[in-house]
């Protein structure tokens, strides 16, 4: 029979994995983002330049919008991952301080040998 803070060790270990992966790929997503928010400008604006006068300037100030908007939703995309990144460093603490107590129950080596468990596991 697994012990309690070997059972709390693959429970939280993967649930911070799934959290970090999901953050660097967040990361990675926004710097796709911001490239392709570049190329969609580029490309309006020289679509753009064929056109004269003030459907030109109209073309243009819609392309500006278009990259406006595009780098608001990137924004907040890094927002939310910030957020999930924090909630997940707040769950790990609270996680920890849960193991903790709960070698507290226990005594002796067994009580250290816990300890030094959730240290470990919770980065402590």
Same mark, same amino acid.
């Given at each position: 029979?697994? +012990? @309690?803070? +070997? @059972?709390?060790?693959?429970i939280v270990m993967s649930s911070f994995l799934v959290a970090s992966m999901g953050l660097s790929s967040a990361y990675a997503m926004q710097a796709q %983002?911001?490239?392709m928010i570049q190329s969609n400008y580029d490309q309006a604006i020289e679509r753009c330049d064929a056109l004269d006068?003030?459907?030109?300037? @109209?073309?243009?100030? =819609?392309?500006?919008?278009?990259?406006?908007?595009?780098?608001?939703?990137a924004k907040q995309a890094k927002k939310e991952a910030e957020a999930r990144e924090e909630a997940t460093a707040d769950k790990r603490e609270a996680d /920890?301080?849960?193991?903790? =107590?709960?070698?507290? $129950?226990?005594?002796? %080596? $067994?009580? %250290?040998?816990?300890?030094?468990? $959730?240290?470990?596991? /919770?980065?402590?």
């Open positions: 029979m697994k +012990t @309690v803070p +070997t @059972v709390l060790r693959g %983002d911001k490239r006068g003030s459907d030109k300037d @109209v073309c243009k100030q =819609e392309a500006k919008a278009q990259r406006e908007g595009a780098k608001a939703d /920890y301080k849960l193991a903790k =107590e709960k070698c507290e $129950a226990l005594s002796g %080596d $067994a009580e %250290d040998a816990c300890l030094a468990d $959730a240290r470990a596991q /919770y980065a402590q």
